[in-house]
């Protein structure tokens, strides 16, 4: 019975020291960290580029040759007379709706001269605003011509527009066209225009 009792304090005793032993040993904490947030996109200047598209319609003008004339039955007083007609596409992309740059193709029709030419170019267009519903336009091209009809009749072609857009992306502008290439009497085929415009941004 001694002997029994004394095992048995003996084993509680070994037990006791044994959670004494595992409870004061170091243990390890594994702590999870977050995973890291997705980094936000910029808001820099690259981060502003859209697509742009823009299309034109426009009168070349011509000067009247009986403006000024005392002759009641001339029947006309205008300085310039419609000369024809210009239609014009653009594609391109933008920066903030206001730093364009695009790729240009039309068609210029011009009555007095019965010519009509096709030029190709690319443009710089800038759009500062100017209040809160209208913005100036200002538009610099550079390429090449080519005279429909005209054999291998063909120039360096530039053109220079100035004009105003609301904010819906209509507008109007006056504009000159050179075209490269001698014509008639004239050292260097060229015209003033008047139209209207629709600029697209995406």
Known sequence: MILKRALLRSLCLILLLSGLKASCQDTTVFITKDEEPEKQKGSGFFEEFGKFSMFTLSLPLRVNPE???NDNNSGNSNWFLPD???????FGTHVAESFIFSTNTGIDWHIATKLVSVPVYGSIVLTPSLSDKTSLLLQAGLGYTFAIGRGDVSGLYQ?????LTSENAAGIFA??????YAWKDAPQMGSINLGICLLIFD
């Open 84 to 90: 024809g007609l210009s239609a014009h596409g653009g």
């Open 159 to 163: 053109k220079y527009r100035i004009g």
């Open 67 to 69: 403006h000024g004339q």
């Open 175 to 180: 504009e000159v066209n050179f075209y490269g």
